[in-house]
């Protein structure tokens, strides 16, 4: 399994030393959050303004101890196992939620990201985004 990746069976283990956003960093912007939190963001790859409360088809983001920026994705066993390859760049569909058959949780450093589509709005919110190797 790649260090920039991490398959999880759950959000909750995916969230294992992580607190959730509260107070007055909630609705600020991913740089302005203290680390080792996470919230949610209609926005995870651009300012990403993190709230504390998860609403429907919204992306999970995490600011770890590092200060490194993850999201929480549902994609499909094929778009899985590209993320997974030593493929580069590699392209894929995120989904906030499981959505037909995106089912796979799986988390990532943004880092990887090269480019991203802004999320769909449709179908269930999904964002297209180009990646790299870390």
Not at 41 to 66: G, I, L, W
Request: glycine fraction near 6%; charge should be neutral.
């Amino acid at each position: 399994m790649s260090a920039s990746v991490v398959q999880s069976a759950s959000r909750e283990e995916l969230r294992a030393g992580l607190k959730v956003v509260k107070g007055e960093h909630e609705g600020s912007g991913f740089e302005r959050q203290p680390t080792g939190i996470y919230g949610f963001s209609y926005a995870p790859f651009n300012a990403c303004p993190m709230f504390a409360n998860q609403t429907y088809q919204v992306f999970e983001v995490h600011k770890r101890a590092d200060g490194t920026k993850w999201v929480v994705m549902c994609v499909t066993p094929e778009d899985e196992a590209l993320l997974l390859s030593d493929q580069e760049p590699i392209e894929i569909t995120l989904y906030p939620e499981p959505w037909e058959k995106a089912t796979k949780l799986i988390a990532f450093d943004t880092a990887r990201v090269i480019k991203a589509k802004p999320a769909s709005r449709t179908d269930g919110n999904y964002v297209r985004a180009t990646l790299a190797k870390l």
